[in-house]
């Protein structure tokens, strides 16, 4: 019997609480303990309340498991196992022919969801193994969580106790310490300093490196219910409060190029699920970080960046996304190789005629991927990395908590060549989905001024998905991770199902020399120097039905220029207004990149040449010197190949004969060149072994157009029309007047295309206020920008305009923003003024 003597009461709290979705409480209530000190040793009497609890700080006598599947959700996998047949057909393919990287996963649903002994062994075989092993040890451990949670009644005391000592010095290196850099405790400290960083900032580290440890660590201590170490860890610099606040962008973006986002995301959602069930969402999907950031935001900005289904000749079509950054090629995006450049980066991979793609559910992104410390120089872990949960399992949780989202509808378009459902994995307790039942998301145009993107939509509702309406994007000049330089350049552009413009990337692994530079991209370059990233940029912007209209401003992109690029994008093309004014004379250079072969007959009187000498030099080049005139390119999508019949995409993608006809209007000194995109460079190693380069032939083709001209300020005006059946449906596109301050332009299709259009954009400073521009029969007032769409009956109007004279027949109707206006109508002339 103990001694109360000298004995020192000290309040500890231990809290009630609710698990919402598991519907289990744990114990609440203050009491005292009774500590004593005798001769510098500390004993006290610890009260146990419904289970074993260990108190660092405040912690919860929990029911286990619960991060993956609690209780409930394993009898009800279970169920659904043995009741329904897709289910069982499911994890019979799971544990008899798992897919790469799913192994483990495999075993803990055999041991935890069908009580496998002998599964459960291997796993807990593997935990050990991690506890023991070196440290640092390795980065992704949310399996490794996962199992210690499953596993947690089948360990003894003693076993526990040292997995989460193992978790603590996990955490205590990885987020206080950051010992990782230390070269004493590990192998290759100094190469790994170039992925972490002392002081982070969107752009000195790499998040698919060096998050794994962060999220491990946020993970390790949800498991382990230590409220106070949880709060600790979560709030520490570069950990999860930090990766919210000051990492991800505008509503979630992650700020490395695209295909880098892969590593985390899976392991985050996991850690979310964790703490909303510790009653702590506060920390997970409740936490908004202070730019607007939330987890839901980060899973739904993939949506965001959506082009429209793209036919690959099969019923399972890709949905492509905006594709930027040094791994931008073909192939390592995709889990099938198809004719590059023509698919890049997708939200859904789709199918080939043959069967193959569709969308890889595990990958083992990231450097220091394994769970255990290795000896290789660069990479840990054993035969392979840890697997990182991929697009699906995202989108499968998402539309498990916001089904409002329309994640189910991008699932549906994943099913197989041979499904009618989209069959879902048994780990988050979906049912099977019916495309039919599905609904699209509309596709809003937006500005993420934090993420430096611009994407415009001509059609923003629901049917945007499946629609032949054009999608362009842009870069602002926002720095990232991974980036090449694509400063104020078109990052895609898609029409009629098919990319139009793509920023191309030849060379194999990481992009390099041209790959990297302004000149792969449909961008600007001055004197052929490459432009510098910089948050120093303005933007305006308005989405209407009619138009979609942006401008960016900058003059910090190119020293002494003051660079503007403003789009209007319509249902039928995209007006491209680009602005460069500086002091003195410089070579402007305007770049496009489109897929397809130029149409010769628009070349006549263009000759032979060389490149212009500031741009890198390309293959098969004319150029014309257009002068002050106006001057057109068409490439049209057709097979590339020598031989056509070798050709992988069908014989239905070229007999669309889809295409683009870019227009620029006139202006002094200016030439215009094509010459043929560079083709993809591959490796190879010659007899001696040494590594070698060979160009591929492009099934799809490419033609690079450039314009060139010598003055201190231009403004390229350029009109990108695509264009299905072979033909061009604009018959003019004019200039009504241009000046340093303002363009506006006329653009008149062909019989019955509906396009009579007037547009116009302020340049330069005040920007807001009122200017007029007029030739011998129109006259337009406006600030900012304007729209005019001119048919029989009526006058539609959007943007800011003031006053306006117009030759029409008879008396249309003027509308204004959508509002009827009065119009007075004099010898054939409507007149408008807006009342004072």
Known sequence: MCSVHHIKPVAIRVRFRYYPLTGTHSCVKEFSMMQRTRSGVLSAFVCVITGSMFLYGTAWAMERPFILWDKKDIAAIRKKIETEAWAKAAYEKLVNEPERHEEAFSNLFQHAIMGDKEAAEKDKKELIR?????????????????????????????????VEEAFRIYIDNQIFKRAILDPKIFNDSRNFSRYDAREYTRTNWLPNIIW???????????????????????????????????????IGFYS???????????????????????????????????????????IESLIHIGYPRLDVGSNRPQYPMLTIGDLRQSGLSQSWNLPSPAFQYSIVMGYTPEGKGGNVRWKTHGAWGGVIRGNHAQWDGYSGFTPKMQIPFWFEV????????????????????????????????????????????????AVWPERGLVMLRADES???????????????ATNYAHNVIDCFSLSGFYAFNRPIYLNRQVTPGYAQDWSRSIQSHCGITVDGAEPKFTNETTKRQAFTKAVKF??????????????????MLTNEYCLDVTRLASAKEHSYYWLIHALGQVQS???????????PKALRPLKKVQACNVGNKPWSVTALQTCALDEPSKAKLPKEWYERKIGVRLQMLGEDNTTAYTARTPLVFSRFRDEKGQQQYKEEPSEVGGVTIVAERKAPRTTFVALHEPFEGGKSNIYEFRTIKQTDEAVAVAIIGKYDTGIDDRLMVRLGDNYEQPLSLSDERESFTFADWAYVRISKDKVEVEGDLRTLRLPVRGQPKLLVNAKEKKASFIRGYLYYCVPP
């Open 130 to 162: 991690m506890v023991k092993s070196p440290i640092p040890r390795g980065a992704a451990q949310y399996i490794n969580v996962i199992r210690y949670d499953l596993l947690y009644d089948l360990l003894t005391a003693d076993e526990r106790k040292e």
């Open 256 to 298: 490395e190029e695209f295909g880098k986002m892969g590593s985390t995301p899976g392991a985050m959602l996991l850690y979310c699920r964790a703490v909303e069930r510790l009653g702590l969402n506060e920390l997970g999907y409740g936490y908004k970080g202070k730019g607007g950031a939330t987890m839901r935001g980060h």
């Open 601 to 611: 007959d628009e070349q006549e009187n263009w000759k032979l040449s060389e490149f």
């Open 550 to 567: 942006v401008a960016a401003r900058s003059s910090s992109v190119f020293e002494g220029v003051d660079l503007t690029r403003s789009l």
């Open 462 to 476: 629901s049917n945007y998905w499946e629609s032949p309406a054009p999608a362009i994007a842009m870069r602002l």
């Open 212 to 250: 794994p440890w962060k999220v491990s660590a946020n993970l390790m201590a949800a498991a382990m219910g230590d409220e106070t170490l949880i709060r600790k860890v979560w709030a520490a610099y570069g950990s999860w409060k930090w990766y919210f606040d000051e990492y991800l962008c505008d």
């Open 398 to 445: 998402g539309h498990a908590l916001w089904p409002e989202i329309g994640f189910d509808y991008f699932l549906a378009q994943m099913r197989g060549p041979d499904e009618d459902k989209y069959y879902p994995s048994l780990l988050f307790g979906l049912e099977p989905i019916e495309p039919a039942k599905v609904k699209a998301p509309p596709a809003r145009s």
